[in-house]
């Protein structure tokens, strides 16, 4: 059974860091995209940040240059380090992967930026 556990959201200052992080369980990240989507309130799903098996990595324009995506092989976590946050950045944020047609969500961790 794949399992995927978000940790790390929380209730930042604007301008301020938070670090993501994504661990799976009956699935191994190296061998799978690993996305991170968000969802903001009244909002659709939206992806924010990919790193594919080799490594690429790819980012939405409202994320580039803020965001970092990584994947740690020996942990079989992906994490997403976000900086320069902005009130706009306000979501619940899911990582995501799939293989061999199935596709799997984590149940979220809520990022909210204010002061």
């Known amino acids: 059974q794949v399992q995927l556990v978000e940790s790390g959201g929380g209730l930042v200052q604007p301008g301020g860091s938070l670090r993501l992080s994504c661990a799976a369980s009956?699935?191994?990240?190296?061998?799978?995209?690993v996305d991170w989507y968000r969802q903001a309130p009244g909002k659709r799903r939206d992806l924010v940040a990919v790193i594919t098996s080799g490594g690429s990595t790819n980012y939405a324009d409202s994320v580039k240059g803020r965001f970092t995506i990584s994947r740690d092989n020996d942990k079989n976590t992906v994490d997403l380090q976000m900086n320069s946050l902005k009130p706009e950045d306000t979501a619940v944020y899911y990582c995501h992967t799939g293989s061999r047609g199935q596709f799997y969500w984590g149940q979220g961790t809520q990022v909210t930026v204010s002061s």
């Open positions: 009956g699935i191994i990240f190296r061998f799978n995209a």
